[in-house]
């Protein structure tokens, strides 16, 4: 069975910082292209950032110079490091492993910017 756990989403104030993990299971984590998606209140789903197998990395130019996507295959884990945080970055961030034409997810965690 494929999971995703999520953890690091809080309550932080503009300007702060913070880093989003995500454990995935070792049968598809180093197969996988791993993201990190998030869905504001009335809002679709939108893409954050991914990262391949071989570490090459994709952002939206929203986040672009603020939010760093990693990966550790030792750990199974990619984490989003978010610096420079804005009230517009507030949403609910899921982990997301893509392997071939299947899309796994994890449950999400909440990320609230506010003062």
């Known amino acids: 069975q494929v999971q995703l756990v999520e953890s690091g989403g809080d309550l932080v104030q503009p300007g702060g910082s913070l880093r989003l993990s995500c454990a995935a299971s070792?049968?598809?984590?180093?197969?996988?292209?791993m993201g990190w998606y998030r869905q504001a209140p009335g809002k679709e789903r939108e893409l954050v950032a991914t990262?391949?197998?071989?570490?090459?990395?994709n952002y939206v130019d929203s986040v672009k110079g603020r939010f760093t996507i990693s990966r550790v295959s030792t750990k199974n884990t990619v984490y989003l490091q978010m610096n420079s945080l804005k009230p517009e970055d507030t949403a609910v961030y899921y982990c997301?492993?893509?392997?071939?034409?299947?899309?796994?997810w994890g449950q999400g965690t909440q990320v609230t910017v506010s003062s």
């Open positions: 997301n492993a893509k392997l071939g034409l299947a899309y796994f």
């Open positions: 070792a049968t598809i984590f180093s197969r996988s292209q």
């Open positions: 990262i391949t197998s071989g570490g090459s990395t």
